[in-house]
């Protein structure tokens, strides 16, 4: 079977892309890295990609606040993605990613394009370059999490990642619709503060989906996953099988295949 | 607008105002120079000349001639860095070292497949600029030695950043010159710094240090190293008549300007802030990724960064043995009333100078375009031997490249080096118990937990930190050394080559002997890559040196004694120095008016391949009922111990390192290691066998019951404290299962290697005097409190 099409969307100042290449080529994947230049000067165009995956890291330096200016550019030079997700096209924005598409106002989902959430600094003042416990919503439709267990770890590095919502409302119809995805709990599974929670997040919030289950963003690296010698304690656990990281690009490949 | 020009009459006065760091044998090489050629020099000249000669840029003291006298003989050493440590890479002249202090970096071959990859390693001081503005002089330090590593050969991919910072304790509270920062503030912005420039570049910081001492108050020291990844093909770089000379990346300021000759000078209330540059991370990441890019469609010949002096010294270094014209209009500025002379000297950051041949600067504008960086076409190299700059026509600089190069007088200095006397250590006067002396040495600053800034660094950016720098249960523990799985940089996810980067750094050794000190970190940082499973005996090495005014003849005498003692643990231990760099004039006048210089620091970081980085170690304690093994011999060696400063106990001799007996028993423990027959490893340096202990117990959160009586003792020792806290070298501690005991035994015959205890199921560690009774009980808890408080107390 011919293997998917996988934009890596970069831009100046874009790290963790070449790592994210990686990830997805052991998978099975035929990703691409192109700068979104190209998409501005309509030499690239976004349909012709089977999914999307925005990495983390930072891009334009984050100066202004994280994503902001990518963000822009997104919605300017990338006017099909809305399109994109309509057709079911996977979607992943990881880190600076997710901020990415919570300023293009693609997540949290709306009908409208507005920004309806936003990323602030940790509650630290710093920058947390950790290990997080993550739990799963099991009842979510997120295609990159099928198959695997409720609770994960993946490692988190962002100073603005503390993620804040419009209203209290919001976090409640977003509990409803079962988008809250991916959460920062204690190793035994509960919600708990700092340093569980690395950020300060409302509602402990990691990661979030559309509805439809194809758009993720979330705070935390897969990509820095994706072998079980990641793992801090890789020298001490026997029992890893596999990076949980590669599992999630492992579902993407596959919901483009099917 | 017509060129400065300046009288060679007045050229002393004019040396002191513009801060050129020039002294009078070199005033009267220029004024020789104009003589002859019948016309005074301009400005850009003189600058240029006093930029390329700095301290800084030549090295002087190095390379330069030295008389040196120990008290009972003396010598001249004519260039001490080539009898020293020049001198070790050459006679043990490795196959796999593939090049060792002509580019940017040392370069050694890397990976399985032989001839396809290479790693380049550069560490950089920052110490003057992170003085007076720390956030910048970091951010900048780190931008620095970045683009080192992407001017080596064609271009190397940085994979991973260190760093060491040398301060003194954040909570001082005695008087401070004016003008001097206080300690908190300068450490709290130089992390800062490395944290917003390091994450911005997506470059894992993961390798490091932290040394406090109240020698570093007005003189900080700030190491930054890269290690990058080059294909062996791009190794390889040459101009060529013809070639363009194209400037890429950021734009030229007014900051940063007599950088390298301000660091070749001490520090003062008025040493001028506009010396220190202004970084912009964006800039050296777009840079750094159009030039990858460029590099891989070879576009360009050469390439070198501009760093101190700007592009005087850029170009100036690229033109040596042809020439060059530059016409200054050209470069894209910051501002547009820069002077002639300002654009040819500035130092802003994130640019560097390529060769370019004049077919591919189509392409290459197309790639350097595509990544939204900025390039420009100053001149072009010549074969005339000289450096001819001009600006809108009118002549800024005319120079033959020979003066610029190797006109510079060679003034010999001298040196003088007392040894010291041995003074024996009063071990009786120890009052303090085991337990409290374990406590202080685990919550000293020199020890105590670095996760505060740590956190702070994207150490797992690249996905290739396979050893990370916080190990154990919980993620918190001190590791030995990271390895590094550079997969991002290769592409190549099925090969898990790796390699391990560690630090040595020892300045209250110093003190006492720099000789020893030298071996000393030499043993500490390869002691260091054997803890994490890398193959030692294919070790390089890199040396700092940090040092006050080598125009005091003590200063100097210790100086030589730790070169010297370099070149003995290169040749000792098997293992050359592949690169290095000196930073001179660590002082300053303080409070009282007085000059305070720091103590004489070297820093000693090594590299090696780990070739599976599945089978790398960490330190942390794996389970109950193993056995622990101590390899080496325990002496009662108190000098700069952290036992001597609980116990206020002066005197002693540093400690001493055999580096035949050394290099044997790490070789046999590498290779048991590589065999799987360990299954924790963990180095013995400050606060010796307790602190290693302590720290490997409550990393596993497994305990641990040690017997002094089984420690392997050189000579007679009565003391249990001498024997938890003594810091002799070249020992490890090891977990080994009881099942293995055997076949490691016979991996390490002829080591000196003891069954000193055994870990539990019980979070305790539990010590066994000499005299049979417990002599320290004490619940893993306390002793990781102490450990992790201190930072955060002093910092937060």
Not at chain 2, 132 to 161: F, M, Q, S, W
Not at chain 2, 431 to 438: F, H, N, Q, V
Not at chain 2, 488 to 511: C, I, Q, W
Not at chain 2, 771 to 796: I, M, N, Y
Request: aromatic share 6%; proline share 5%; with cysteine.
């Amino acid at each position: 079977m011919k293997a998917p099409k996988i934009l890596i969307l970069r831009a100046a100042g874009t790290n963790c892309d070449l790592e994210t290449e990686n990830a997805l080529r052991a998978v099975g994947a035929a990703p691409e890295r192109v700068h979104v230049g190209q998409f501005r000067s309509g030499r690239r165009r976004l349909m012709d990609f089977d999914a999307l995956v925005i990495p983390g890291g930072f891009s334009y330096g984050d100066d202004i606040a994280a994503g902001r200016v990518l963000a822009n550019q997104v919605r300017l030079y990338l006017k099909d993605l809305r399109q994109f997700v309509r057709l079911g096209r996977p979607v992943l924005g990881i880190c600076n990613g997710f901020q990415v598409l919570v300023k293009a106002g693609i997540l949290p989902a709306s009908n409208t394009c507005e920004q309806t959430a936003s990323f602030t600094v940790n509650d630290s003042g710093r920058f947390e370059s950790r290990w997080v416990n993550l739990r799963i919503n099991s009842q979510s439709s997120c295609i990159f999490f099928k198959g695997l267990p409720e609770m994960i770890e993946l490692p988190v590095a962002h100073g603005e990642g503390k993620l804040v919502l419009k209203s209290p409302r919001q976090l409640e119809e977003m509990k409803k619709n079962k988008t809250i995805v991916l959460q920062y709990v204690s190793d035994d599974g509960k919600i708990s503060g700092y340093p569980d929670n690395p950020n300060g997040s409302v509602f402990n919030i990691a990661g979030l989906c559309n509805a439809e289950g194809n758009v993720l963003g979330l705070m935390p690296h897969p990509e820095r996953f994706t072998a079980i010698h990641h793992h801090p304690n890789w020298t001490r656990q026997t029992f890893l099988k596999s990076g949980v990281g590669l599992e999630m690009f492992r579902n993407a490949v596959q919901h483009c295949r099917s | 607008m017509i060129a400065e020009i300046q009288p060679l009459e007045d050229l002393e006065s004019a040396c002191r105002r513009h801060s050129w760091s020039l002294n009078a044998q070199e005033l009267a090489a220029v004024r020789r120079h104009f003589k002859a050629l019948r016309r005074a020099p301009t400005r850009a000249e003189l600058e240029s000349i006093a930029q390329t000669w700095s301290e800084h840029c030549k090295h002087k003291t190095f390379t330069g001639p030295i008389r040196f006298s120990d008290g009972k003989k003396t010598e001249r050493i004519a260039n001490l860095f080539d009898r020293t440590i020049a001198k070790a890479t050459r006679e043990l002249a490795r196959p796999w070292c593939l090049s060792s202090f002509k580019d940017n970096a040392g370069v050694v071959a890397f990976g399985k497949k032989k001839g396809r990859w290479a790693v380049a390693f550069k560490v950089e001081t920052h110490n003057h600029p992170c003085a007076i503005e720390p956030y910048g002089g970091a951010e900048t330090g780190v931008g620095g030695v970045v683009r080192d590593v992407l001017g080596v050969g064609l271009g190397a991919k940085p994979v991973l950043n260190t760093d060491v910072f040398c301060f003194a304790a954040p909570d001082f509270d005695g008087p401070l010159p004016e003008g001097a920062l206080h300690p908190k503030r300068t450490l709290r912005s130089v992390v800062a710094g490395v944290r917003d420039y390091g994450n911005r570049l997506g470059i894992p910081t993961a390798a490091g240090g932290l040394c406090f001492d109240p020698g570093y108050r007005l003189n900080p020291l700030v190491f930054v190293g890269t290690v990058g990844l080059l294909p062996t093909w791009a190794l390889k770089k040459e101009v060529k008549a013809g070639d363009l000379i194209v400037a890429a990346g950021g734009r030229t300021g007014r900051d940063g300007l007599h950088g390298a000759t301000f660091s070749s000078a001490g520090l003062s209330a008025d040493s001028p802030a506009s010396a220190v540059q202004i970084g912009h991370p964006l800039n050296e990441k777009k840079l750094l990724d159009a030039l990858l890019a460029a590099r891989d469609k070879r576009l360009y010949r050469a390439v070198t960064d501009c760093g101190a002096g700007g592009f005087s010294s850029a170009v100036g270094e690229m033109a040596e043995g042809r020439g060059a014209r530059v016409r200054l209009e050209n470069a894209k500025l910051k501002a547009s009333d820069l002077k002639p002379w300002e654009i040819w000297l500035s130092e802003s950051q994130e640019r560097m100078v390529l060769a370019v041949p004049p077919k591919n600067l189509k392409a290459l504008s197309e790639v350097f375009a595509a990544e939204d960086c900025e390039l420009s076409v100053l001149g072009e190299f010549t074969s005339t031997g000289r450096l001819v700059v001009t600006h809108e026509g009118q002549a800024v600089v005319d120079l033959d490249l020979k003066f610029l190069h190797h006109g510079l007088p060679r003034v010999e200095k001298t040196a003088v080096w007392t040894a010291p006397k041995p003074q024996a250590v009063k071990v009786e006067q120890v009052k303090r118990s085991p337990a409290e002396i374990l406590k202080f040495c685990l919550s000293h600053l020199n020890v105590c937990s670095r996760e505060w800034i740590i956190r702070q660094y994207d150490h797992e950016v690249q996905a290739g930190t396979v050893i990370k720098p916080l190990q154990g249960v919980r993620h918190d523990g001190p590791g030995d050394a990271c390895v590094i799985w550079p997969h991002a940089a290769t592409g190549e996810m099925k090969d898990f080559s790796a390699f391990a980067v560690s630090h040595g750094l020892n300045p209250a050794y110093g003190r006492l002997d720099p000789y020893r000190m030298a071996l000393a970190c030499v043993d500490e940082a390869l002691r260091n890559l054997i803890c994490v499973g890398a193959d030692v005996e294919h070790a390089v090495l890199l040396d700092n040196f940090c040092w006050a005014s080598p125009d005091d003849p003590r200063q100097l005498g210790a100086l030589v004694r730790a070169a010297q003692g370099c070149h003995d643990a290169a040749k000792g231990f098997g293992t050359p120095f592949i690169s290095g760099k000196d930073s001179l004039y660590n002082q300053s006048k303080d409070a009282n008016g007085k000059d305070a210089a720091i103590p004489g620091t070297l820093l000693i970081s090594a590299l090696a391949p780990v070739a599976d980085a599945r089978r790398a170690l960490t330190m942390d304690i794996k389970g109950p009922g193993n056995a622990l093994y101590l390899v080496g011999c325990t002496g009662e060696e108190l000098g700069g111990s952290l036992l001597a400063q609980a116990c206020d106990l002066p005197g002693g001799c540093a400690p001493k390192v055999d580096p035949k007996t050394a290099a044997s028993a790490f070789k046999a423990v590498a290779a048991a290691i590589a065999k799987g027959l360990v299954l924790s490893a963990h180095d013995l340096s400050e606060g010796g066998l307790a602190v290693a202990a302590a720290e490997m117990s409550f990393s596993g959160e497994f305990g641990a019951a040690i017997d002094l009586d089984m420690v392997a003792k050189a000579g007679p020792i009565y003391s249990n404290e001498v024997l938890l806290f003594c810091e002799s070298q070249s020992r490890l501690l090891l977990e080994v299962k009881p099942e293995k005991e055997a076949a490691l035994l016979k991996a390490l015959k002829g080591v000196v290697v003891k069954r000193v205890g055994v870990t539990m199921a019980n979070p305790i560690l539990k010590v066994i005097g000499l005299d049979g009774l417990v002599c320290l009980e004490e619940p893993l808890c306390a002793l990781k409190a102490a450990w992790q408080g201190t930072l955060p107390r002093l910092l937060s």
